[in-house]
Nanobody, 125 residues
Framework: QVQLVESGGGLVQAGGSLRLSCAASGRTFSTYVMAWFRQAPGKEREFVAASSWIGDNTYYTDSVKGRFTISRDKAKNTLYLQMNSLRPDDTAVYYC??????????????????WGQGTQVTVSS
């Protein structure tokens, strides 16, 4: 019943930037915890960043700290991931995810109820 649609992926050179968007619809979106995950070919889904809708807390995996920024526009019901200083190992399909309340396992895929279809990010060397 909650729909998530990612956009903004593409092909960029190493050192470049992209901004991903996740447009959300559904009841009580403003109270949901939102997150970004990514999955490279042949690898498991990996946590990237999360944001609480009822607080100002954000969380990042160590490999993207200082390079990526998660944010949201509540008026547009949209989640963003600004990605700077991209590296080839950032190449993956990026997924938006949501759950209704905060969980201590926010960095685990199993904690999330809803997922988008993903958007491809490819970083060339």
């Amino acid at each position: 019943q909650v729909q998530l649609v990612e956009s903004g992926g593409g092909l960029v050179q190493a050192g470049g930037s992209l901004r991903l968007s996740c447009a959300a619809s559904g009841r009580t979106f403003s109270t949901y915890v939102m997150a970004w995950f990514r999955q490279a070919p042949g690898k498991e889904r990996e946590f990237v960043a999360a944001s609480s809708w009822i607080g100002d807390n954000t969380y990042y995996t160590d490999s993207v700290k200082g390079r990526f920024t998660i944010s949201r526009d509540k008026a547009k019901n949209t989640l963003y991931l600004q990605m700077n200083s991209l590296r080839p190992d950032d190449t993956a399909v990026y997924y938006c995810a949501a759950r209704p309340y905060f969980s201590s396992t926010y960095n685990q895929p199993g904690a999330y109820h809803y997922w988008g279809q993903g958007t491809q990010v490819t970083v060339s060397s």
